[in-house]
C-alpha cells in the first residue's frame, strides 16, 4: 500500500499516527501541496477531491478521506483497536470524533484558510474556489478557543477523549491542538487538565510519525 501525503498537513498525520499505532508500514508519496501538486489533472484521477491523505491498495484502488483510511486499515489490522473495542464504546468513538472533527479540525482550517495569504481564493479545499472571509476567520478563532476550553473541561474527568481508552478521537485531538499552532493558539497555562492529556498523547511514540 502507498500513503499520499504530505508531512506538513494535519490531516495526512492522523493516518501517519494511526498507522504508527497498529505498528504498520506503507510506502509514503509526497504531494507538495504548496506547489499546488494536488490540483494537477494526474492526481485528481487518483482523489477526484484532491487533498490528502489517500491510501493506495496494492490493487491501484484508492481510498480517500481520513476515517475512510482508518475504518478500512482498523478492519484490516484488527489488532489494537483504536475505533472501539464493543458497540457502546464504537458509537463513543464515533461520537467524539465527528465532534472533533466537525468542532476542532474544521475550525482551525476556517481560522486558519480564511487569513494565509496562500489561500486566498481557495478557502476551502477541493476542486472550486471560493473566497476567503475575514468573518468567517474571526468566528474560526473563537470556536478554537471554545473548543480548547471544553477539552479543558472534558479532561477534567475523562483520562482519554473517551474516558480511560485511548482510540482515534485522541489522534484527532492531538492533530487539532498541534494544528491550532498554525493560528497561535496554544494551550492556556490554566488549561491544566488539556495540558496533561496532551502530554501523555504526544508523549506515545506514534505522535511523531
Ligand atoms: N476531508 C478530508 C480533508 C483532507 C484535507 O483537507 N487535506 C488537506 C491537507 S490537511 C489538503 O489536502 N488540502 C488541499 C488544498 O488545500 O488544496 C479528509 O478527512 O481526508
Not at 158 to 185: C, E, H, L, P, R
Request: hydrophobic share 45%.
Amino acid at each position: 500500500m502507498k500513503l499520499y501525503d504530505f508531512a506538513p498537513a494535519p490531516n495526512p498525520r492522523r493516518v501517519r499516527f494511526f498507522l504508527a499505532e497498529k505498528g504498520v508500514e506503507v510506502d509514503n508519496q509526497q504531494v507538495d501541496l504548496t506547489k499546488g501538486e494536488q490540483r494537477s489533472e494526474a492526481f485528481r484521477a487518483i482523489n477526484p477531491a484532491m487533498d490528502v491523505p489517500v491510501l493506495e491498495l496494492d490493487d491501484g484502488r484508492c481510498i480517500h478521506q481520513v476515517d475512510a483510511i482508518c475504518r478500512y486499515l482498523e478492519e484490516l489490522y484488527p489488532q489494537n483497536p483504536l475505533w472501539g473495542r464493543d458497540s457502546f464504546e464504537r458509537a463513543q468513538v464515533n461520537i467524539h470524533n465527528h465532534q472533533i472533527m466537525l468542532n476542532g479540525l474544521m475550525a482551525v482550517a476556517e481560522a486558519y484558510r480564511n487569513t494565509t495569504p496562500m489561500f486566498v481564493d481557495r478557502a476551502v479545499p477541493g476542486p472550486h474556489n471560493y473566497a476567503q472571509s475575514p468573518e468567517l476567520a474571526a468566528r474560526g478563532m473563537l470556536r478554537v478557543a471554545n473548543f480548547f476550553s471544553d477539552m479543558d473541561a472534558h479532561f477534567a474527568a475523562n483520562q482519554y477523549v473517551v474516558g480511560d481508552y485511548f482510540s482515534i478521537a485522541d489522534i484527532q485531538a492531538v492533530v487539532v491542538i498541534d494544528f491550532a499552532k498554525w493560528v497561535k493558539v496554544r494551550i492556556a497555562p490554566e488549561q491544566q487538565h488539556l495540558q496533561r492529556w496532551y502530554d501523555q498523547v504526544s508523549a506515545r511514540p506514534a505522535a511523531k510519525a
